[in-house]
C-alpha cells in the first residue's frame, strides 16, 4: 500500500520530544556497544607473563610475553640485533632470546625485563621494539639495605 500524502505529512512532522527519545536510544546503544567491544579487545589482546621455567613446553608460533633476568655474561650485539638469555628471578632456569629493535637505555645484565616472544626452534625470537625493562624497586631487600646503611 503506497503512502498517502496525509501519511507522509504525518512522518514528516515527528514531535520534538520523540525525536529527542530515538536519539538518546540510539545514542545509548551506540556507547553500550563500543563499551562492550572495548572490553573485549582488551581482554583478547591480555597476555599473560610467563617466566623461561614455564615455557619449557612452548609451542611454535604462538606469542608469550617473557619475564625474568637478562642473564649475566649472555648478551651478545650482532649487525642486526642482540641475543642474550632471560632466566628466572631465582635462576634456577633460562632461556635464549635474539631480538631486534629499539633497547631502552637501562637495559643491561641482572636487570628485570618484559619482552614478547614467539619460538623457532631452539631459540625465543623477540618481536620488534617489544622490549621493556623494569625498573629496580626502592623496596627491594638490597636496596632496603643500602638506605638503611646510609642512615
Same mark, same amino acid.
Given at each position: ?24 536510544? $540510539? ?7 563500543? %563499551? $562492550?567491544?572495548?572490553?573485549? &579487545?582488551?581482554?583478547? %589482546? ?10 619449557? +613446553? ?8 617473557? &619475564? ?24 634456577? &632456569? ?38 621493556? &625493562?623494569?625498573?629496580? +624497586? ?14
Amino acid at each position: 500500500m503506497p503512502p498517502t500524502s496525509a501519511r507522509l505529512r504525518y512522518l514528516a512532522v515527528v514531535q520534538p520530544a520523540r525525536k529527542r527519545k530515538i536519539r538518546l536510544v $540510539v545514542a545509548l546503544s551506540a556507547a553500550v556497544l563500543l %563499551a $562492550v567491544a572495548l572490553v573485549l &579487545t582488551s581482554i583478547n %589482546a591480555s597476555s599473560k607473563a610467563v617466566q623461561p621455567s614455564d615455557l619449557q +613446553s612452548a609451542q611454535a608460533g604462538v606469542a608469550y610475553q617473557l &619475564t625474568g633476568k637478562v642473564q649475566d655474561g649472555s648478551v651478545r650485539t650482532n649487525g642486526d640485533g642482540m641475543t642474550f638469555r632471560v632466566r628466572d628471578r631465582d635462576g634456577a &632456569t633460562s632461556v635464549p632470546v635474539s631480538y631486534e629493535g629499539a633497547v631502552p637505555d637501562p637495559f643491561k645484565e641482572g636487570r628485570e625485563v618484559i619482552v614478547t616472544v614467539r619460538k623457532e626452534g631452539t631459540t625465543f625470537v623477540g618481536e620488534r621494539d617489544s622490549l621493556v &625493562t623494569k625498573c629496580p +624497586s626502592k623496596f627491594t631487600e638490597d636496596a632496603t639495605k643500602s638506605q638503611t646503611q646510609k642512615s
